[in-house]
């Protein structure tokens, strides 16, 4: 059974850091992009990041320049590391995967399949 399972959320003062977790089980993650989402309370879900099977990057623009997603395949585990948290980054965070080994990928949530369960990340003083 495929499963995404997120982890590292927490709470944190504005300008902190967190670094998120998708561990895969299931799959094998070798052939799958991997996205963060990210819902606040009465907001549209938001695509901002993902991570091609090659390892190439994408970033909204809410988030370039502070966030920064790896993948480890061998663990199969992909990161997001954040750092100069806003207020309004606060919202749960979600992982997805898609099948798709295109050497870059996009955040249109409606072609990620799997989704876990997300981490809750707030941010406030």
């Known amino acids: 059974q495929l499963q995404l399972v997120e982890s590292g959320g927490g709470s944190v003062q504005p300008g902190g850091s967190l670094r998120l977790s998708c561990v895969a089980s299931g799959f094998i993650l070798d052939y799958y992009a991997i996205a963060w989402f990210r819902q606040a309370p009465g907001k549209e879900r938001e695509g901002i990041s993902a991570i091609a099977t090659m390892g190439t990057p994408t970033y909204g623009d809410s988030v370039k320049g502070r966030f920064t997603i790896s993948r480890d395949n061998a663990k199969n585990t992909v990161y997001l590391e954040m750092h100069s948290l806003k207020p309004e980054d606060t919202a749960v965070y979600y992982c997805?995967?898609?099948?798709?080994?295109?050497?870059?990928?996009?955040?249109?949530?409606?072609?990620?399949?799997?989704w876990g369960q997300g981490t809750q990340v707030t941010v406030s003083s």
């Open positions: 997805a995967a898609e099948w798709n080994q295109a050497p870059r990928v996009g955040l249109d949530r409606a072609n990620y399949d799997y």
